[in-house]
């Protein structure tokens, strides 16, 4: 028992470190998510045993140097200078200026969701979702007065819609190979799941929109300077790789700014230089996430994750739900979805089978509660993204106000109970 509970203890000095002390604070402003990791890591490092400090340093190397960890990171990079140089070129006011021009204003809301929700969906990508659309998001709760952390929730909210529902998402395409189902009917299974928290979602930001107002734009619309976000936005709906978006993103900025006089060269570089900068915080964090979780699945702490969970499995019920915290706390462990989703795939696989639960809901309640839990952890990628590209807010103040993941949560507990869909149990085909 002692060794079992040292293999998860690093997950736990973590969160008794961040959360203990934001709570004495009364202010989870007061402890950077990077200095718990920190503390996390060198505990975790110092509690490995069997091996020589260079060859635990070296683990935690590895974990933190994965593809999928180099593959967010350039993701961040990027999207962080393509933010900045939107900024400086104005594309992001004038953006914001047409839309206050063509939309109703108690529409805002819903017109956004909606668009997160589209963007995500077509592309795969909830991540690249919050890139194209934050921005714009942001800078229209700033020039209508509305709260900028509902804003972003909305935006994470969105994003998470369509990434789940996605044909070409990477946490899709684990769920369903692993758990032997089409794509297809995995998307059938879900949709049951998700729309009736959608559209409550819906409701809900409309009725709140019916408040807002705003300030008339200043003069004319320069629609030229619109032209990169339309452009990241057309080519994002299209399935264009988020990176090659970004970059060509970034390219038209610089030509456009340059035409439009907003920046000579030098300013450009500079415009790329600090949009990169400002990504260097979420960039370590996501480094020590990996090694962390690294080191905790070399002491056995996802293995007494999985026994514990399993552990009181007593029929269907139990069955569906195991499989849910299960994915829930390996995604508190990697904070990323898709890794959590790979670790528990097997174990899924094999409750799934024993307990008669059809291949394709059991992929749809990884997927699902993998999402949830995602835009629920401070440290979260998609959280951390949107935060850090508004000014002056934590991804605790957003949080309280992702709405349509409290009303996913209740949806699958309703799932859970009454056993909705109900699919007929056929036998997981060979991936």
Known sequence: MGKRLLGISPLIVFIVFYFGASIIANDFSKVPIAVAFLVASIYAVCITGGMSLPDRVRTYGRG???????FMIWIFVIAGAFSRCAQEMGCIQESVDFILNVLPTNMIYVSIFIAGCFISMATGSGLGSIVAVAPIAIAVSEQTGTS????CALVVCSAMFGDNLSFISDTTIIATTTQGCALKDKFKTNFWIVIIPALCTLGLYYYIGQGITAKPPMGEVEYVKIIPYVLVLILAISGV???ITLTTGIVVCGILGLVCGSFDFYGWMNAIGSGIESMGSITLIVLMAGGLMALIKHNGGIDTLLSVCTKFIRGRRSAEASICVLTGLLCICTANNTIAIMSVADITKGIATKYKI???K??????VSSCIIQEVIPYSAHLLVVASLAKGVFTTDIIP????VMFLTVSVLICIIFNIPRVKYTPPSTP
């Open 362 to 367: 059991a992929a749809s309640l990884m997927d």
């Open 148 to 151: 900028t952390p509902m804003m």
């Open 401 to 404: 106000y992702v709405y349509y």
């Open 64 to 70: 933190a140097g994965t593809t999928k960890m180099m």
């Open 358 to 360: 059809a291949p394709r």
């Open 241 to 243: 790789d988020v990176l």
